[in-house]
């Protein structure tokens, strides 16, 4: 297939004759295999001792045993040349291996709203209000500006395991690109002063894993979580993540291993949606518990363009000025914002087009040339949600296609101006909020929702405003702190049911309910999880994929319904009606602690394909409790690769590339042409039957400076991929 596209972009381009591609002849792998250098993550099938890091550096000289791992799970980081790693790999001892992969962050009404303010007049066991009081909240992120003086009196310490030292302060100016994304992560959740958080007298524990910019790698996250266990906090925030759909990713499974110690583990699913299979590890992991954003009660921009008629809503970007510009302002063509195409704009807002150059170039040209805001037009139908990695001096929005091609043609009539206007909305999934479901598991994820837009916390220079899931996590790593200091006795798996088992379903009063793998349960509403008389777990339902092969399939699936009040509570199922055939048991009645698994079945007859979903209803003595579930019928319709990158190695000549194949591939292949002419240049790398996961590869090349398109082609079963990318090599 791939060479087929080869030979299809290969022909007469506008007149340029280009030749038919041949295979290149290649030197063998292993000749540069032999120098370049790596690092990776080791699984081991046994524990780490020290006599066993000893035999490790005997038996492979040159090989160097970074971080070794006991909580999450037992392995070790090392770093050494492809062909060394690659022996250690074969060791009878060792388990799995992955390649570094890298982090970054995922950038006061809302805890009202959910009912954090409310909350603090109930009381715990011991007569203290609900504040967190006495719970250990651990926070893996950029580190916090612990002099702030609405979190210095909560801070109890941690590590930062990007400089390997007890001083977790966020990254400062002198030391790079500064950082504030912890110290905001961390006023949500336990704010005590003007800023005042979810669980405001919790204790923080932090750990800075994530350095300038915002960036870390899996084994400074990995690094974090086992010092977090090692000083047994209650509760793990990380609102960070990458974009691998992976259940059983490092990161993912040192999650799974926390909350089998005991510990409550929140993370965000990411700012990669709306579409499906985007939430990235450790979102995906299955104990954790993963959050997507909504809206709390937020005044979002709409614009009148010119004579158009109508309202058009915009996509304020992450990490973004906030959009309040409010009388009528000139609208100017601005290209895709290079800097000679911003001439007169001073004053004005500005559209430009997706594409050319980076969003900050973009926001930082329009800054520089004087404009008040940037509108951002997709270059593919639809809308879409941007993020600034720096700081920006205007407001940036995003504008989905259709409408920027009217307001195009708008400009060309003459002089066009907008006014804003400002609507009110809550309980709306955020766009940008990553969407399952899990690759491999078919897990549903996120698994809740909660205020991730428009956010105000605290940052090192006092107050500020972001949104993003990594802003909806902290809300619910607050509650935690809340629903654990009135039930101190609940574990992980009970503290995770209260929570989704009283969620508000969004969009269901007005018969549009979001889908399960859209908003996991619904919305995050804490004072009804705090008096949870009823905890139903695991509680969500994934029956997996059926096979249309077979006439008919039935799948089981168990839960644990436990009455925690101190009241008889009966229970009666309402099964939903589709075309499949549930099975449950009969209506029955709890005594007050007392807890019975039992079995809920779903049989499909004649499956075809596609994705179906809803919610399972349990009534708990009038109160309905919604299990959301899925199901697949036919292969997935997943992406067949994730996560691409491309780069110079370290010698001339040399160069690497990744891929995650979230179920491997029958064929893959990378090819490389001139973006203008389409003119092969380059066939890089060619395979069959490829193992799932994150493949790492070095390959030789003959390439000059300069811009390229790729051609990234995955095959598995029925379906086949191309991806089609731009490569800048300086």
């Given amino acids: 297939m791939l060479k087929a596209l080869i030979l299809l972009l290969s022909l007469p381009f506008f007149g340029v004759e280009v030749n038919a591609y041949t295979m290149p002849n290649r030197p063998p792998i292993n000749s540069y295999l032999e120098h370049k250098v790596t690092t990776k993550i080791f699984m081991a099938k046994e524990k780490m001792t020290e006599e066993r890091v000893r035999e490790l550096k005997t038996k492979f000289p040159g090989l160097n ?13 090392a770093t050494g040349t492809y062909a060394l790693l690659d022996k250690v790999q074969h060791e009878t001892w060792v388990a799995d291996s992955h390649p570094l992969a890298y982090y970054r962050v995922s950038a006061d009404e809302s805890i009202p709203f959910i009912g954090g303010e409310s909350v603090r007049g109930e009381l715990d066991k011991e007569g203290f209000r609900l504040t967190g009081r006495g719970i250990k909240i651990g926070i893996i992120d950029t580190g916090i500006d612990y002099h702030h003086p609405d979190l210095r009196g909560n801070y109890r310490g941690g590590f930062d395991t990007i400089e390997m030292d007890a001083d977790p302060m966020e990254t400062l100016p002198k030391e790079g690109q500064p950082t504030s994304h912890g110290t905001h992560v961390a006023g949500v959740i336990a704010g005590n002063g003007k800023m005042r958080g979810v669980a405001p007298e919790a204790d923080l524990y932090i750990y800075r894993a994530l350095g300038a910019g915002g960036f870390g790698t899996s084994e400074q996250v990995l690094l974090a979580i086992e010092k977090a266990v090692e000083d047994q906090v209650d509760i793990l925030n990380l609102s960070l993540g990458n974009d691998v759909n992976g259940p059983d990713w490092p990161t993912s499974l040192a999650l799974d291993k926390a909350v089998e110690k005991g510990i409550v583990a929140v993370t965000s699913s990411g700012n990669s949606g709306p579409e499906l299979w985007s939430v990235g590890s450790p979102g995906t992991s299955s104990k954790a518990i993963s959050v997507g954003a909504s809206t709390p009660p937020s005044a979002i921009p709409y614009l009148k363009i010119g004579s158009l008629r109508g309202e058009y809503e915009i996509n304020p970007f992450i990490g973004t000025k906030e959009w309040k510009l409010k009388r009528d302002y000139e609208l100017m063509d601005g290209g895709v914002g290079e800097k000679n195409e911003l001439k007169d704009v001073r004053g004005k807002v500005v559209l430009v087009r997706r594409g050319g150059i980076s969003f900050m170039e973009k926001a930082k040209n329009a800054e520089k040339a004087g404009a008040v805001g940037l509108i951002i037009a997709n270059n593919a139908p639809g809308s879409f949600t941007g993020l600034l990695r720096q700081d920006a001096g205007i407001p940036v929005a995003s504008m989905d296609k259709e409408t920027a091609d009217q307001a195009e043609k708008e400009l060309k009539k003459g002089r066009t101006f907008l006014s804003f206007l400002y609507k009110k909305k809550q309980d709306v999934l955020a766009p940008f909020s990553s969407r399952g479901p ?13 205020p991730g837009m428009n956010i105000m916390s605290t940052t090192p220079s006092g107050y500020e405003e972001m949104h993003g899931t990594s802003m909806a996590a902290p809300h619910v790593a607050g509650a935690c702190a809340l629903i654990l200091q009135a039930h101190p006795d609940w574990s992980p798996e009970q503290v995770k049911a209260a929570l989704m088992n ?20 619904g919305r995050l509403q804490i004072m009804e999880a705090v008096n949870a008389h009823t905890l139903i777990y695991p509680s969500s339902l994934s029956f997996g994929v059926y096979d249309p092969k077979k006439l008919f399939e039935r799948k089981t699936l168990s839960i644990t319904i436990e009455n925690v009040s101190s009241k008889p509570q009966s229970y009666h199922f309402q099964a939903p009606r589709i075309k499949g ?150």
């Fill in 65 to 77: 045993v970074r971080t070794v791992y006991h909580q999450v799970f037992d392995g070790f980081a």
């Fill in 502 to 521: 009283n969620a508000k379903v969004l969009g269901e009063e007005k018969g549009r309910a979001y889908a399960p793998y859209e908003q996991g349960s």
């Fill in 438 to 450: 899990v690759t491999e598991t078919w897990e549903i994820k996120p698994d809740i929702l909660a």
């Fill in 581 to 730: 055939e549930w099975s449950y048991p009969l209506s029955f009645t709890l005594n007050p602690n007392e807890k019975r698994k039992v079995n809920i079945g779903l049989m499909i007859r004649g499956a075809k394909n596609g994705i179906y979903d809803g919610c399972f209803a349990i009534q708990a003595s009038g109160k309905r409790i919604s299990l959301p579930y899925m199901f697949m019928e036919g292969e997935p319709d997943y992406p067949r690769m994730m996560g691409f990158q491309f780069g110079r190695g370290e010698k001339e000549g040399e160069y690497w590339y990744q891929i995650f194949l979230p179920g491997g591939a029958d064929e893959m292949g990378i090819a490389l042409y001139d973006p203008v002419t389409l003119r092969f240049v380059e066939y890089l790398d060619a395979k069959k039957s490829v193992r799932r996961g994150l493949t790492k590869q070095v390959v030789k090349a003959r390439l000059a400076s300069g811009v390229y398109k790729a051609l990234v082609f995955v095959k598995k079963g029925q379906k086949e991929d191309v991806l089609e990318t731009t490569i800048t090599l300086e």
